[in-house]
């Protein structure tokens, strides 16, 4: 019997020049949202690849990101875009999986395994009489062997100049002769290109060929929400208790396990609420009731120095009570203190993310927003989504892989919820808002992407009004005599060089400096802007690019 091509090699060939074609010296806009929408075909019309509700979910999730891209393709919503992309595949294959964390994971796998997909498809394809197994399984020996010397190549060079020196020319010779092979045969294409839709085929091959392994969709399939008593098998150790084995000794083989166990928890939480007690404490004395917030108060020492590590000693707690609750001390009838304590100790740590939202709200009212201080709300956020999940664990017997799987939701759904805001415009907005409270910050509001530009330009003279010596991009020197920008006239210039300047008229100087130097940056930036407009064709179509270059272009 005739053998055909495997249609999906078929399908992977015209990706590959869909990909091309889409991506191609393009930028990103309307094309990721066509990507996304072929994507979504190709795998809802494949019958290899089940249809089921997380499936849909999923592919609502990632389209709404992708459309959205059409609108404001902010490196934040493309960031999510490719994520949600990853775990909409790994949900996509894998119908049983029931945590969003483990469907990235298998969404990454799943598009790494694309080119071994296009190899196992094409050593199972026949040519009529013609078997390709013979010529590709050859492939196999080369592949690893090139991957390894290409990695320690590039470790050596680093390493060793003279090394690098040879190993750039023999590179150069390799890369020149095969690109003029690729010229001779193909005259209307270059090999930059033809690696591209090489590239654009891979893709396709980890988007629709699925991997055979399931152990990960196994295991959680063997996972519950709830938790179950246990008997132990000391023949087959689990890794929790194993770990308890190490911290408790021979004293948890005894029969009284759990009563040893109990008593370490109680001491445990009973110290941990009173070292907390103590920092919350000083938080109430020096934080909460200091109503009159001092001018010379160091917020980037107390936000950024403390308040990660505050994060990080909640993320240390929701672990520890996790450990003393991931097993049958959940059902031990003289377990009440050890209940008590920890939800006391949880309780006092969400009196510390209290506490971190307050410093952060301090930083901001005092020094503006920027996305650090955006990124501890986050931060902050999810630690109390988190000890309220580890409350619900302790208080309803919830398991470990409970907690895994809520949190992970609650991660993508709020990743998918910010990427819709335009924190570059929703940041400079702000700070221009309360510029007569922070002054400017120069060169933070220079750092955002071009969509503000707009709004830099209409508040061009207030923003010059509100910059100060302070506010500049290059230092200036301090010496007597000072070189006078180029706006300042000739007269003032000799009239400097004269005589030494006063402290008033050093600062006025500086401040013209800094203002000039401020608007001539802005000037750049727009012209740039400008110039680079509009870059691709229709695919890389964004609103609120197009918008921004409407409205400079009317100013200018």
Known sequence: MKQQIDYRLILIAIGGLVFNLLFWNETIGCNFAIFSVLVMIATFTDRDIPYH????????????VAFYLIYNNSVLAIITWFITMLIYLGNAHFELLKSTGTSLIMG????LSGPYGIIKKLLDTKL????????IRPAKYILLPFVMVSIFCFLYSIANPIFAKYTHTI????????????????VDISIEKFLFILFGCAVTAGIIV??????????ELGSEDQLERRRRDLKRPSFGYEFRTLLAGNLIKRKMALKTENIIGVISFAALNMLLLLLNGIDVATLWLNKAIETSKNFSAELHDGTYTLIFSIVIAMLIIVFFFSGNLNFYRKNKWIKLLAYIWMAQNIFLVA????RDYDYIFNHGLTYKRIGVLVFATLSLIGLITVYIKVAKHKTTFYLYRVNSKIWYVLLISLSFVNWDVLIVSYNINQLDKIGVDAEHLMSFSDKTLPLLEKNRDQLTKHITSYHHYEPI???????????????TDSLTKAKPMSELERKTLE?????????????????????RQPIGSGLSFSYLEWETAKVLKYKK
């Open 511 to 531: 401040t013209k400096n800094a203002q000039d130097e401020f608007n001539k940056q802005l000037d750049r930036r727009i012209n740039w802007f400008l110039k």
């Open 355 to 358: 506490s971190v939202f307050h």
């Open 108 to 111: 990454i796998l799943q598009v």
């Open 477 to 491: 020197e301090t010496d007597v005599v000072l070189e006078v920008p180029d706006t300042v006239s000739a007269a």
């Open 171 to 186: 590179a150069n010779s390799i890369r020149d002769f095969f690109v003029n092979i690729f010229s001779f045969f193909f």
């Open 210 to 219: 699925g991997i055979k392994s399931k152990t990960l969709s196994d295991i």
């Open 128 to 135: 009529g009489k013609v078997n390709i197994k013979p010529v």
């Open 53 to 64: 509700n997380h499936k849909l979910i999923t592919a609502i999730g990632h389209l709404a």
